[in-house]
């Protein structure tokens, strides 16, 4: 789908490639931006992301 949605919620976390594609900037959410990260979750669209707890 490649809305974005996350990237503009949360850029710390995630970024967009060349295609549009959503990637993960780092394996492990800095602990500063974990809001912004649920946040992001949250308002994804397609529901193609989940928080896994360690």
């Known amino acids: 789908m490649a809305a974005g949605v996350c990237v503009m919620t ?3 976390v995630f970024d967009q490639d060349e295609d549009g594609i959503v990637v993960l900037l780092a394996e492990q959410v800095p ?3 974990e809001n912004i990260a649920r946040n992001a979750v949250r308002m994804c669209p397609s529901g ?3 928080i896994l707890a360690d």
């Open 10 to 12: 949360a850029d710390v």
């Open 31 to 33: 602990h500063q931006s």
């Open 48 to 50: 193609a992301l989940q």
